[in-house]
Structures are given as C-alpha cells and as structure tokens.
C-alpha cells in the first residue's frame, strides 16, 4: 500500500507531502486544481515519459518519491523487490535534472533505469479514459487473454516464442543467401573463365613481357649505333685495330730508354681499350635479337591487354580474378542444394512452430471460456447483460502471437446479435467492460496500487452506484486511488482527499487535504447539486455515504 506520497516543482505544486490512510481513497477539487497531476506524478514514479513542461521552476530539480508498505504476497510473488525491500518497506524516487535527465533511487540507493523500472513494474497500475479505447482496439485482445491466461499459458507461450524465434532466423538466412547469390550467371561465369584460360597465363606473365618488349624496341637503335661505331673505327685504309696493333708494336721499341716507362703505361692501355673494344662487340653480338620474337610478344601483348581491360592490370590480379570465378561457379554449383536444403529446415521449423501454436491456441481457447464467465459475472454486477461476453478466435498466419487471431464480442440488448465492442458499446458501457476486465487481470496478481482517472465516463444513476461498489470491492485485493465526478464513486471510498488551488502574489500553488467525514459529506453534495449546495444535498449525500459503509 502506498503510505506517503512526496510531490516537489511539479505544475501547481511546490512541495507537497501526502499521507495516505486507507485502502480507498477518493480525491475531489475543481477542475484544474491539480487532481491529474498526482496522477502525473504516479505516473513519473513508474519511470513514464516526463513532460517537460510540467517542471514548475526551470532552474530547480523535480522530484517524486512514494513509500510503500508491500503485503506479503507482493514480496512473495515479486522477486524483483526482494533485493530491495527493507522488511516491507520500500522507498521509489525519481528526481529529474534541470538538463532533463533523470536519477532513480530505491531506498536512497541510486539504480539504473532498467533496474528501476523492472522492480517498479507491478507497483502502480494507471487507468485513464484513454485507456478505454485500447479495449476497442481488436490488436489488444489477444493481450488482456494472455494476461488473464498468464499462469497456464507462460511456459509454453516462451517454447513457441523461441521456436518462432529460430523458423524467423532461418528464413532470414535463406533470405541472404538468395539476395547474396543473385547476381551469380552460370552462363556468364563460364565465359569469363573460359576467356581466362584461352591464353593460358603464366605467372607473372605480362610483366616480363613487357620488360621483353622494352629490351627489343631499344635493339633498332642499339643497331644503328653499333653500324656507327664500325664506320667511325674502319673509316681509314688501316682499321682502329690495326693502327693499335701497330702502335703496340711501335712502343716496344722504346724498351730500356729513358720513355720506357711512359712506353709500357700506353701500350697498357691501348690493350685494355683493344680487351674493351672486344667485349662491347662481343656483347652486342650476343644480343639475341630475333624479328619473329618482336612480332609474337608484340601480339601476345596485345591479347593480353584485352585481358588487363577487363580483369585487372596484372598477372596476379588476372589470376586472382578466375580464381574468384571459378569459386563462384563451385558456390553457384550448391546454391540450389543448399537453398533445398535450407528449405527442407524452414519447413520443419514452420511445422514445429504450428504443432506448439496449436497447444498454445489450446490452452488460450480453455482460459477465454473462463474468463467469459469471470468476466460476464462482473459485468451483471455492473448492470450489464447476462452472458452478454464472448471471445471469437479465427485462425490466422504463423506470427509472434501464434495462429490466433482475437476479437471480444458484447451483446449488451436483449435479442440483439453479439457485435465488436465498436459496433455496439457505449462509452459507458466500455469504462464498465475495462473496469471488469481489470477486476479480473488484478485478481491474478495485484498490483499495490490501482488508480483509475475518471473512468466511469458516460455513466451515472443506479450505474454509477454499481462502479462504485465494484472498486470498492476491488480495493480489498489493491489500494485504490480515483478521480471521479460521480457521488456514487466518491461516496464509495474510505478516505477523501480534496485538492485546491490558490493564488498569492501572481503564483499559483496547488495544495492537498484529507477531509473529515462531515467535509467529504459536503464534497459529495457539491457534486449531487446544480448550484449551491442545499441541506437536502447534504442530506442525500450523507445517506449514499452511509450505504457504502
């Protein structure tokens, strides 16, 4: 049960303190006192998306906290809280930063968001008006089944899940496999190799040929220097070689003199120049210069080059090309054994997924009979028709869910059809059915603390009478916060709060107060009058308070 309720920079309120007393309590006001914004609050403790624009002062933090006294049961039936509990008291606090961050702390102890929200999620349970229209969406159905169904259906419901799981991820793999195979030609590919293949590629191939090609396209001119040489060298009646075989000669006569010396350095050099001579000439006589060569690396260049355009500009990235097509072709080779054998698994996958749907649409179709019953009880009790509840079940395609597609039908008239909820509720009848469908899911598992906002729109009379007992009886199972416009429901509750605002100075605070019987009285009769209040209105509302006592 909630206890204590701390409220700082939120809107209207300043900082406020608020102790609850009872199981029931009913807060009452104008509108635009504040009402909703404890409500806003609650719903900031539940670790909900924070408006912004409801921090009253820019430049201070916004802070909620709430203690809670936990039954039992909760703790027993909640191991989240176990680690957090102290003997049965637990302190939730969310404090928002002036740069909009929020800090989360269970009994002082600072936790992260997750951790919060994990050990905060069955704690408080908010339903507004809006709330309704999620019991028109046909989406929703299958939900609250579930929900109610939630001991029974939860063991197998992860066994489908994580079949459904794997048959997903297995056609996700097939999936890639196709699109990573797509462009895979076994006609093309075949080509590209072949056309490889047809000049037969040596390794490192190209590139001495084209060292080859430099060599011989230098020999032409190497030529025409060498013919040169010869002509400069033989241009006389006596050859180079002969004069310096003569001059050799020569200078030996010039042995034991006074240029002997000088005699033996030249006739040394002219040796050396004649050894040098010999070499050069040798050398280009060894010059393996064949036309025939020219022409076949000229065309195998050629050829080649044809190759280089489309494949790569060498041997090794030429090569490297057929390998990778001929990879490919081995890869497209298995492609369909492969996408068969992918198939046959996705379809036994497919198959377990539908065998376990069909337990799980067992159990559901079991658990959707009882909680027609349940539900169709509670909905007498708040003057709708008997057995006026049913829940259609249509197979559908294999999804997250199952094969099982829901939808909650009414029959809210006499010898009328049973309808969709849209087609034939009102919404008055809809805040009954939600209220009942809450009645039901709570008593499953409780949460500490329900809160309903104006829900019993469209109602009123002998019916609001009915909603009002009915949360009464439900806060025996949870503590009950309502805002409510109806006498019924406020005379209903166990403890009033009344909720005021008040302007001093150009701002305006709201601020809260538990009344007294004989003030709860008079806030009931403002509600049971059209203007000013009356001692009969007083009368009337003592006498409904009384009959909820």
């Not at 004649?274 to 000439?281: G, H, K, V, Y």
């Not at 009880?377 to 559908?396: H, R, W």
């Not at 809260?512 to 509600?527: F, R, Y």
């Given at each position: 049960m909630l206890e204590e309720l701390h409220i700082k920079n939120l809107a209207l309120i300043e900082d406020n303190n608020i102790d609850f007393t009872s199981p029931y309590i009913a807060l009452v006001g104008e509108t635009g006192a504040g009402k909703t914004l404890i409500v806003d609050s609650l719903s900031i403790l539940k670790g909900g998306k924070f408006d912004t624009s409801l921090i009253r002062d820019k430049n201070l933090k916004t802070s909620v906290a709430a203690f809670f006294n936990l039954d039992d049961n909760f703790i027993k039936n909640h191991q989240e809280v176990i680690d957090f509990v102290d003997g049965k008291s637990l302190l939730i606090k969310r404090v928002i930063n002036t740069d909009n961050t929020s800090k989360y702390y269970i009994n002082d102890e600072i936790v992260t968001a997750g951790k919060y929200k994990e050990v905060t999620s069955h704690l408080i349970d908010i339903h507004s008006q809006g709330e309704n229209s999620s019991l028109l969406n046909e989406n929703n159905h299958l939900f609250y089944l579930d929900q109610f169904a939630i001991k029974d259906i939860s063991k197998i419901k992860k066994e489908y899940c994580d079949l459904y799981v794997k048959?997903?991820?297995?056609?996700?793999?097939?999936?890639?496999?196709?699109?990573?195979?797509?462009?895979?030609?076994?006609?093309?590919?075949?080509?590209?190799?072949?056309?490889?293949?047809?000049?037969?590629?040596?390794?490192?191939?190209?590139?001495?040929?084209l060292a080859e090609e430099k060599t011989l396209k230098n020999f032409e001119s190497i030529s025409e220097s060498y013919n040169q040489y010869q002509s400069i060298k033989n241009n006389?009646?006596?050859?180079?070689?002969?004069?310096?075989?003569?001059?050799?000669?020569?200078l030996k006569k010039f042995k034991d003199t006074s240029l002997d010396e000088e005699s033996k350095k030249i006739?040394?050099?002219?040796?050396?120049?004649?050894?040098?001579?010999?070499?050069?000439?040798?050398?280009?006589?060894?010059?393996?210069?064949?036309?025939?060569?020219?022409?076949?690396?000229?065309?195998?260049?050629?050829?080649?080059?044809?190759?280089?355009?489309?494949?790569?500009?060498s041997t090794n990235d030429i090569l490297k090309k057929l390998k990778e097509f001929e990879n490919s072709l081995e890869k497209s080779s298995d492609f369909e054994t492969i996408k068969k054998d992918m198939s046959i698994k996705i379809e036994a996958d497919k198959n377990k997924c539908i065998a376990k749907a069909k337990?799980?649409?067992?159990?559901?179709?079991?658990?959707?009979?009882?909680?027609?019953?349940?539900?169709?009880?509670?909905?007498?009790?708040?003057?709708?028709?008997?057995?006026?509840?049913?829940?259609?079940?249509?197979?559908?395609?294999?999804?997250?869910?199952?094969?099982?597609?829901v939808k909650f039908l009414v029959c809210l008239n006499e010898g009328m059809p049973f309808a969709s909820l849209v087609n034939?509720?009102?919404?008055?009848?809809?805040?009954?059915?939600?209220?009942?469908?809450?009645?039901?899911?709570?008593?499953?598992?409780?949460?500490?603390?329900?809160?309903?906002?104006?829900?019993?729109?469209?109602?009123?009379?002998?019916?609001?009478?009915?909603?009002?007992?009915?949360?009464?009886?439900?806060?025996s199972s949870s503590q009950i916060i309502v805002i409510s416009h109806l006498p019924q429901v406020?005379?209903?509750?166990?403890?009033?709060?009344?909720?005021?605002?008040?302007?001093?100075?150009?701002?305006?605070?709201?601020?809260?107060?538990?009344?007294?019987?004989?003030?709860?009285?008079?806030?009931?009769?403002?509600?049971?009058?059209?203007?000013?209040?009356?001692?009969?209105?007083?009368?009337q509302a003592k006498k409904l308070i009384d009959e909820f006592k």
């Open positions: 048959y997903q991820e297995d056609i996700k793999e097939l999936n890639k496999l196709i699109e990573d195979n797509k462009d895979i030609d076994e006609e093309y590919l075949n080509y590209q190799i072949k056309e490889i293949k047809k000049y037969d590629l040596k390794e490192n191939e190209i590139e001495d040929l006389n009646s006596l050859s180079l070689d002969d004069l310096l075989s003569r001059l050799i000669i020569n006739n040394e050099s002219i040796n050396n120049l004649l050894d040098s001579l010999d070499d050069f000439e040798n050398k280009f006589k060894s010059l393996d210069f064949d036309p025939k060569r020219i022409d076949y690396v000229n065309e195998r260049l050629f050829n080649l080059k044809g190759l280089m355009r489309k494949y790569g500009n337990e799980l649409s067992i159990i559901r179709k079991n658990s959707a009979l009882k909680l027609e019953k349940e539900l169709s009880n509670i909905m007498v009790s708040l003057g709708l028709k008997v057995g006026g509840f049913k829940i259609d079940f249509t197979d559908c395609e294999l999804s997250v869910n199952g094969i099982d597609k034939a509720s009102s919404g008055g009848e809809n805040s009954r059915l939600m209220l009942a469908l809450k009645c039901v899911l709570n008593a499953l598992d409780p949460y500490q603390l329900l809160v309903f906002d104006e829900i019993d729109t469209g109602v009123s009379g002998k019916i609001a009478y009915l909603v009002g007992k009915k949360i009464k009886e439900l806060s406020i005379s209903s509750s166990i403890s009033c709060y009344e909720v005021t605002k008040t302007s001093k100075d150009n701002v305006t605070i709201s601020k809260i107060k538990l009344l007294e019987p004989e003030l709860k009285v008079e806030a009931v009769a403002k509600l049971l009058s059209s203007s000013k209040v009356t001692d009969e209105a007083r009368l």
